[in-house]
Each structure stands twice: as structure tokens, then as C-alpha cells.
């Protein structure tokens, strides 16, 4: 059964097998909205996300379930490393199906847990599906959120949250399929039930605010979305009996909000999150969600388990997006110290170049010339002025391009 007690035991039994991570106060968030705001860092849990704190739970209270040939899952990155680090620690095999378009460093980082990958399926509904299968082989399954004892593992974030603080008045989580908020909304209803707790999904992937709103589980179509830990076709049976009793809300973000929420958690905050880490954020800084005025709000950062092309891009993106970014072309003589005198002109006016392309050879190339091609970080729009208007004035002539 999953209960406050049920939780509480669990968190007994994994002392020491996973961390207690961190709830910080944002002194930045918590000025600009009028009430004090907290991340729980997940991302700074074992294997990088809360995801370890099921799978290890499920394998100790199912040990004795647990044969030669192992265990068996199916998840695209973060489930999978948490079964194959609880696997590695309770000294029994791991098999891993992951889907086909998995990322590299993920594959990798399940190998290094001691995790045996198979690559299997297009999406990770497909990869279940050969799990299951593999299951009937002799194998303990243990799946991402569909299971009481995953739920309950994944329900002792919230009793630490009440340890460091003990009256919160809204929780935000990420939900996909819905094992963490279930086992979150299970322990904060039993600890304190005025806490509202509020659920956050990509809008690319509605499932579990289409299945909120119509109080039964629907099936959505899926569509790309970077927070792909919470891309889930269809919220859990299990998930979806205790959301419906404690959740209060489910709210959907766009990805260009999830995007800037990465960005604002790796400047301001200093610290890495997924896309379905920052969605709690992204609910915030987009007005989805209004906290009450001088409330204590906690933002669930799930996990930081992010590809580094995928955030290169979003930092690009981010920056482009907030007028932080200049792309320009510049023509100038073909003669020594002429490039490092632009260079020079750049560094007065506080521009920092992040990429150049320095080309003699481009078509219908006038003699003795060159073209520069820069890409600048700035201030913002202001700043771009100054430096638009520095090299005019300087007898630069610019084109400004994507």
C-alpha cells in the first residue's frame, strides 16, 4: 500500500544508498516574486536524478524476487542509470533496453553503472514492450513510474523536502507518467495537507493535464520536446489513482519557456538541469502558475542529466532569443593588422567574440579584401546598439546576419 508510513519506511531502508539532496533558497527568484522560493536539487542525486530512489527501493524490497538472470527495465536515460547503479550496489545484472534514438552519453553512462544497454524500439513505449518480454525470461521488471514500490521509493524526496522545510505552501514537480508526484503527493498530504501540489509537463506531451482535466487516462500524440524525461504518452495506472485524490493542478509549459528555464538555472543559479528538471521553473518565470504573495514555494529540479550539443543549442538559442546574441559581416581590407585592429575596436566596446570565420576566398571576392564573419555576446538590444553604432562611426561597413 502507498502511505506516509510506507514512505517513511522506505527512507529508513535507503539511508545511505542514495542523498539527501539539497533545498536551496533562490534569493533571485524570491525578490523578484514576493515570497520565498526553493529548488530541491535533485540533480545533484546519485546518477543525477530522484530516479535512483525507486529503483534502489524496488530492489531491496524485492530481493528475494530477484534470480540469477537479474533485472530487466526499459527507459530512455535517467530510470535506466538508477536501476543499473541499484543493480551494481545489490551485486545482481542489469538489462537496460533503451530506445534506438538514445543519446551516446546516456548508453555510456548505464554501461559505466555496470548496466548491460540493449537498443530496442523507437520510443520508450516500444522499449516497455521488449522489457516486459524479457521479464517472462526469468527477469525482476521494474518499471519507470507504474509500480507501487517505485512510487513509494520516489516519495521520500518529499519527506526530505519537510525536514529542511516544514510548511511549504505550493510544490511544483515534473510529471510524466507520474511516479514522482504520486509518491510526493502521497507524503505531503499525510505530513502537512494544506500544501498544494501542483504538477508540470511540456506542452509537446500533455498527457497527464489531458487525463487531470477528463479524471480518466487518455493517450496524446507525442511531439519532440528537449524535456524527454517527462515524454510519456500516458500517465500510469498506479500514478494516475493517487494524482486525481492530491495533486491540485496540472500545468503545461511551451519549450522555448523550458529553454530559457535551463539557461536561468545555469547563469543565475550555477547549476545544470534537464529539460524536465527546469519545467517547475519554467512554470514560474512563465506565469503559469501564481504562487500566493509571501508563500514558500519549492521547484522539484528532477535531474541534470542534459546532453552537451543539446544544451550548446539552447544556450545559442537562449541567447539569440534575448537579443544576447550578434551575428554580423564585415568586409575589410585583406592587409596585416587590420583584422586585429577590428578585433580591438570589438574588446573597447565590450563585445565578447564567441566565433569567427576569417575568409579570403569567397565568391566574387573583390582583391585585397577579406570577410569577417562574427558572432558576438552582448548585453542585450542596448548593447547592440553601441556596438552597431561603434563600428559605423569607425568606418565599418556591417550586415547583420542570422
Given at each position: 500500500?502507498?502511505?506516509?508510513?510506507?514512505?517513511?519506511?522506505?527512507?529508513?531502508?535507503?539511508?545511505?544508498?542514495?542523498?539527501?539532496?539539497?533545498?536551496?533558497?533562490?534569493?533571485?527568484?524570491?525578490?523578484?516574486?514576493?515570497?520565498?522560493?526553493?529548488?530541491?536539487?535533485?540533480?545533484?542525486?546519485?546518477?543525477?536524478?530522484?530516479?535512483?530512489?525507486?529503483?534502489?527501493?524496488?530492489?531491496?524490497?524485492?530481493?528475494?524476487?530477484?534470480?540469477?538472470?537479474?533485472?530487466?527495465?526499459?527507459?530512455?536515460?535517467?530510470?535506466?542509470?538508477?536501476?543499473?547503479?541499484?543493480?551494481?550496489?545489490?551485486?545482481?545484472?542489469?538489462?537496460?533496453?533503451?530506445?534506438?534514438?538514445?543519446s551516446i552519453s546516456k548508453q555510456e553512462a548505464v554501461r559505466a553503472y555496470g548496466g548491460q544497454v540493449l537498443l530496442a524500439g523507437a520510443t520508450v513505449e516500444e522499449s516497455l514492450k521488449r522489457a516486459k518480454a524479457l521479464a517472462k525470461e526469468g527477469r525482476l521488471f521494474v518499471h519507470p513510474f507504474d509500480d507501487p514500490d517505485v512510487v513509494i521509493g520516489q516519495g521520500t524526496m518529499a519527506l526530505e523536502i519537510f525536514e529542511d522545510l516544514p510548511d511549504p505552501d505550493l510544490i511544483l514537480a515534473p510529471i510524466g507518467g507520474g511516479g514522482l508526484i504520486a509518491g510526493l503527493a502521497v507524503a505531503a498530504h499525510g505530513l502537512r495537507p494544506e500544501t498544494r501540489v501542483v504538477g508540470v509537463q511540456a506542452q509537446a506531451c500533455p498527457s497527464a493535464q489531458a487525463a487531470h482535466q477528463a479524471d480518466r487516462r487518455v493517450t496524446v500524440p507525442?511531439?519532440?520536446?528537449?524535456?524527454?524525461?517527462?515524454?510519456?504518452?500516458?500517465?500510469?495506472?498506479?500514478?494516475?489513482?493517487?494524482?486525481?485524490?492530491?495533486?491540485?493542478?496540472?500545468?503545461?509549459?511551451?519549450?522555448?519557456?523550458?529553454?530559457?528555464?535551463?539557461?536561468?538555472?545555469?547563469?543565475?543559479?550555477?547549476?545544470?538541469?534537464?529539460?524536465?528538471?527546469?519545467?517547475?521553473?519554467?512554470?514560474?518565470?512563465?506565469?503559469?502558475?501564481?504562487?500566493?504573495?509571501?508563500?514558500?514555494?519549492?521547484?522539484?529540479?528532477?535531474?541534470?542529466?542534459?546532453?552537451?550539443?543539446?544544451?550548446?543549442?539552447?544556450?545559442?538559442?537562449?541567447?539569440?532569443?534575448?537579443?544576447?546574441?550578434?551575428?554580423?559581416?564585415?568586409?575589410?581590407?585583406?592587409?596585416?593588422?587590420?583584422?586585429?585592429?577590428?578585433?580591438?575596436?570589438?574588446?573597447?566596446?565590450?563585445?565578447?567574440?564567441?566565433?569567427?570565420?576569417?575568409?579570403?576566398?569567397?565568391?566574387?571576392?573583390?582583391?585585397?579584401?577579406?570577410?569577417?564573419?562574427?558572432?558576438?555576446?552582448?548585453?542585450?538590444?542596448?548593447?547592440?546598439?553601441?556596438?552597431?553604432?561603434?563600428?559605423?562611426?569607425?568606418?565599418?561597413?556591417?550586415?547583420?546576419?542570422?
Open positions: 500500500m502507498i502511505s506516509l508510513k510506507a514512505i517513511q519506511e522506505a527512507k529508513a531502508l535507503l539511508a545511505g544508498r542514495v542523498a539527501h539532496t539539497p533545498l536551496l533558497r533562490s534569493t533571485t527568484l524570491s525578490q523578484r516574486y514576493g515570497l520565498d522560493v526553493f529548488l530541491k536539487l535533485e540533480n545533484q542525486q546519485r546518477t543525477g536524478s530522484f530516479k535512483i530512489r525507486g529503483a534502489m527501493y524496488k530492489l531491496l524490497a524485492r530481493r528475494a524476487e530477484i534470480g540469477p538472470q537479474g533485472v530487466v527495465a526499459a527507459s530512455a536515460g535517467n530510470h535506466a542509470q538508477g536501476v543499473a547503479r541499484a543493480a551494481g550496489q545489490a551485486g545482481t545484472p542489469a538489462l537496460l533496453v533503451m530506445p534506438e534514438h538514445s507525442l511531439a519532440p520536446t528537449i524535456a524527454d524525461g517527462i515524454h510519456v504518452r500516458q500517465v500510469g495506472r498506479v500514478p494516475f489513482e493517487i494524482i486525481r485524490r492530491h495533486v491540485h493542478d496540472v500545468v503545461v509549459v511551451k519549450e522555448d519557456e523550458i529553454a530559457r528555464a535551463i539557461l536561468f538555472l545555469l547563469e543565475r543559479m550555477k547549476t545544470l538541469a534537464e529539460g524536465a528538471g527546469a519545467v517547475t521553473l519554467a512554470a514560474l518565470l512563465s506565469g503559469v502558475v501564481r504562487p500566493p504573495s509571501g508563500g514558500k514555494v519549492v521547484l522539484v529540479i528532477s535531474g541534470g542529466n542534459l546532453d552537451s550539443p543539446l544544451l550548446g543549442r539552447i544556450i545559442g538559442q537562449g541567447l539569440k532569443n534575448r537579443s544576447r546574441l550578434m551575428r554580423l559581416r564585415v568586409l575589410l581590407e585583406d592587409r596585416p593588422g587590420f583584422l586585429a585592429e577590428l578585433l580591438v575596436l570589438l574588446a573597447r566596446l565590450q563585445a565578447n567574440v564567441l566565433e569567427i570565420q576569417h575568409d579570403r576566398h569567397f565568391r566574387n571576392a573583390p582583391l585585397h579584401a577579406a570577410r569577417v564573419d562574427l558572432e558576438l555576446e552582448t548585453r542585450g538590444p542596448e548593447h547592440i546598439e553601441e556596438i552597431r553604432s561603434g563600428l559605423t562611426q569607425a568606418g565599418y561597413v556591417i550586415e547583420e546576419t542570422e
